[in-house]
């Protein structure tokens, strides 16, 4: 069964541009979760979606937003970048996203904002 | 602030030697779950323990937990240059107001020197 995977891999974008990043779970996994890490503020949870709703946010301004598709596929979308936000996206999916639920994580897409 | 803090936050040993890493949280949880990253690579999911369990068992990994301590910890044993990498517990909150929002700790990384 393939993975959790991310694309795109790397990504170099400008201050001020907007960038989307996407997520693709295991098949047959329904919930997606994004995390932000950073060498300062480490691991941190930016949101989840379970068939196309997101049922919960981290503490991030609204330019960080998301979405899921009806196949589960995730999308996450940053706008007017900062260089803070030059960080490691995580993205992990489990079945249900219920309580107990291994989560498991793609290889990430490494944002650098110049 | 983060839920869960790892202690030692570096540790280094010979091959062979085991090594173990600590977790400690602050609030109840339904679950505690053990990562492993590579380089800033993603997260590989090593083993997941429930808050009734009082320890599990995964190859050369024991990962026991102490719900009345709120503390975690990670037993390598037979420890491998391989196993060189940065070691994170990740905590889901029992009141989380949603579904796997898990909470990360700051990670012990753990040098295995052959």
């Known amino acids: 069964k393939a993975g959790v995977t991310q694309t795109p891999r790397y990504l170099i974008k400008t201050r001020g541009q907007q960038v989307t990043l996407s997520c693709s779970p295991i098949s047959g996994h329904r919930s997606v979760s994004w995390y932000q890490q950073t060498p300062g503020q480490g691991l941190q949870f930016l949101f989840e979606?379970?068939?196309?709703?997101?049922?919960n946010k981290g503490n991030f301004p609204g330019r960080f937003s998301g979405r899921q598709f009806s196949n589960s596929r995730s999308e996450m979308n940053v706008s007017t970048l900062e260089l803070g936000d030059s960080a490691l996206y995580l993205c992990?999916?489990?079945?249900?996203?219920?309580?107990?639920?291994?989560?498991?994580f793609g290889q990430g897409t490494r944002l650098t904002v110049v | 602030s983060q839920q869960g803090e790892e202690d030692p936050q570096a540790l280094s040993i010979q091959e062979g030697e085991n090594a173990t890493m600590n977790c400690s949280y602050k609030?109840?949880?339904?679950?505690l779950q053990w990562y492993r990253q590579n380089s800033g690579r993603g997260l590989v999911h090593l083993i997941l323990?429930?808050?009734?369990?009082r320890e599990k068992h995964s190859g050369r990994l024991r990962v026991t937990l102490d719900t009345s301590k709120k503390s975690s910890s990670l037993l390598i044993t037979a420890s491998r240059a391989a196993d060189t990498a940065s070691y994170f517990c990740a905590t889901d909150l029992l009141f989380s107001g949603g579904y796997n929002k898990l909470i990360f700790g700051a990670g012990t990384r753990l040098a295995v020197h052959p």
């Open positions: 609030t109840s949880i339904n679950n």
């Open positions: 979606y379970f068939s196309e709703t997101q049922r």
């Open positions: 992990a999916s489990s079945v249900e996203g219920g309580r107990g639920s291994e989560a498991f």
């Open positions: 323990i429930r808050s009734n369990e």
